[in-house]
């Protein structure tokens, strides 16, 4: 007897302890009472009523990712591609996920499937290859919107891979090729323009300058000439000052008539200079001679 009151008491422990929890960091447990829901936990410890209250679902509220695998899509100009597709969702409401739809994650990719084929059948190749982002906004909002219902918020949806088929990429890489070839060649032909205009514009800029330099180099000696002159005439200007400020004899205007007959000798020109007092002979023999010639006019004839 008192081995099954000791099995009994070690039974209801075992019991008790079973059914304290500890809901985790970032998760939740959706709770059923006799196979109705009751209620959700949130983190942190709980008591669950035993063999009344069970824990239907734990849910994680962290941010999930679903890498689908490609799918085939036609254009709306009839080409086929492989299109695979990557899902960023997060459970909001976990009693929504838990009884909102069976399988939330195949729902997911059955929508996301359904949804690529349409909007992308309403584009052509050109279109799809250059509208990713548009086609993501358009494809989150679908399943954000039909995800609703069963306590899922879609974040983002990315187009992973367009896989178009070979030949549609060998005639996308020749163009391409061909594209780049046409750009090289007008870069080529810029350069060598941008070359040609900046030789034209270096050798004008060129001449500029060696007229300038040569036009103040003229400038200056002018004015070199114009000052030495001026500093010359200053000069005697300054001698003759102070040569009437002294009074100057005879001697230094002999002197300086000297001086100044030997500058004016010293050219190569023919000069013929007459002193002042050959001069006064010369007019002095004109007046004998006219003094002559009135004599003989008033003498009589016989």
């Not at 052509?124 to 954000?144: C, G, P, V, W, Y």
Request: hydrophobic letters at 45%; glycine letters at 4%.
């Amino acid at each position: 007897m008192p081995y099954l009151i000791i099995a009994v008491v070690l039974i209801l422990i075992l019991v008790v302890i079973s059914c304290i929890k500890i809901v985790p960091q970032a998760n939740a447990f959706v709770i059923e009472r006799l196979g109705t829901y009751n209620s959700t936990w949130a983190t942190g410890p709980h008591i669950k009523l035993p063999f009344i209250e069970r824990i239907a679902r734990k849910v994680s509220l962290k941010e999930q990712v679903l890498d689908f695998p490609p799918q085939p899509v036609i254009t709306k100009d009839n080409v086929t591609m492989q299109i695979d597709t990557v899902v960023y969702f997060q459970i909001t409401d976990p009693k929504l996920y838990a009884y909102g739809v069976e399988s939330p994650i195949s729902a997911i990719e059955n929508l996301s499937a359904t949804t690529l084929r349409n909007i992308i059948g309403e584009l052509e190749l050109d279109n799809t290859l250059t509208a990713r982002d548009s086609i993501n906004k358009k494809i989150r909002s679908i399943l954000d919107e039909a995800t609703d219902a069963w306590g899922i918020k879609v974040n983002r949806v990315e187009l992973k891979n367009i896989l178009p088929p070979r030949e549609i990429q060998d005639a996308m890489e020749k163009q391409m090729k061909a594209e780049r070839e046409r750009r090289a060649k007008i870069l080529d032909a810029e350069g060598a323009k941008r070359s040609e205009i900046l030789i034209a514009e270096g050798n004008k800029a060129s001449a500029i300058l060696r007229a300038e330099a040569m036009r103040e180099s003229k400038i200056i000696e002018a004015q070199g000439e114009s000052e030495a002159i001026l500093a010359v005439q200053k000069a005697y200007a300054q001698s003759l000052q102070m040569l009437n400020e002294v009074s100057p004899t005879d001697a230094v205007i002999a002197l300086k008539s000297l001086e100044a007959f030997q500058k004016a000798a010293d050219g190569k020109a023919t000069k013929i200079i007459i002193p002042s007092e050959i001069q006064s002979l010369a007019g002095l023999a004109t007046s004998i001679k006219e003094i002559a010639t009135d004599r003989n006019i008033q003498k009589p004839k016989l």
